[in-house]
């Protein structure tokens, strides 16, 4: 998976608890993005990055929050987290903003 | 909203066999881009076409672009049963892709 590792990959919790899913890469890519995957929806992004410090919303970003500190790391973090953010989360890199290679992803499942 | 629509949404066919996926896009793009999912698995790329090209090939995938009609199809040829997976179509504008909902193909051996 292209140097992508996400963790954890799967995770239950409890709605109005906090969960932050962390995406590494070993690419020295500079583009970083978190996706949403649910059926019949098919992938949807959350926020992208465009830099250390540097990102941006995307299609689906209310009750969501990201942070990127370090070129590898790329952090989504759901304040509060509700049943509706039940889905499976992919974090994908880009060198130049179009290829994009994607990580395992991860089963999030909020009860 | 979805920048692509897979048509048809699921595709059932022998080994040996071609396939081919259609996508319709909503907006301007820089190029297209077409990704395969294994089930439980991340998606892989598989091509990317730019718009100001009509047709590319890459081993047994053959991917046109319309820009006019804003469509674009993938063919497999020679299907495999290792081909059996959704397939995504993906429009480029700026940074970011924008999916369709996906093919599901399946190729019976």
């Known amino acids: 998976d292209a140097g992508i590792t996400q963790s954890p990959r799967h995770k239950v919790t409890e709605t109005g608890t906090p969960v932050t899913l962390r995406c590494h890469q070993t690419?020295?890519?500079?583009?970083m993005y978190w996706y949403r995957q649910d059926p019949g929806h098919g992938l949807r992004l959350i926020h992208y990055?465009?830099?250390?410090?540097?990102?941006d919303k995307g299609e689906v970003s209310d009750g969501y929050s990201v942070s990127r500190s370090k070129t590898e790391d790329f952090l989504l973090t759901l304040e509060s987290a509700t049943s509706s953010q039940t889905s499976v989360y992919f974090c994908?890199?880009?060198?130049?903003?179009?290829?994009?290679?994607f990580g395992p992803g991860t089963r999030l499942t909020v009860t | 909203s979805q920048q692509g629509e897979e048509d048809p949404q699921a595709l059932s066919i022998q080994e040996g066999e071609n396939a081919t996926m259609n996508c319709s896009y909503k907006?301007?793009?820089?190029?297209l881009q077409w990704y395969r999912q294994n089930s439980g698995r991340g998606l892989v790329h598989l091509i990317l076409?730019?718009?100001?090209?009509r047709e590319k090939h890459s081993g047994r995938l053959r991917v046109t672009l319309d820009t006019s009609k804003k469509s674009s199809s993938l063919l497999i040829t020679a299907s495999r049963a290792a081909d059996t997976a959704s397939y995504f179509c993906?429009?480029?504008?700026?940074?970011?892709?924008?999916f369709g909902g996906g093919t599901r193909l399946m190729v019976k051996p």
């Open positions: 994908a890199i880009s060198d130049n903003g179009y290829e994009q290679y």
């Open positions: 690419e020295n890519h500079r583009y």
């Open positions: 990055s465009y830099g250390v410090k540097d990102t």
């Open positions: 907006t301007s793009i820089n190029n």
């Open positions: 076409i730019r718009s100001n090209e």
């Open positions: 993906a429009g480029n504008a700026g940074n970011m892709l924008t």
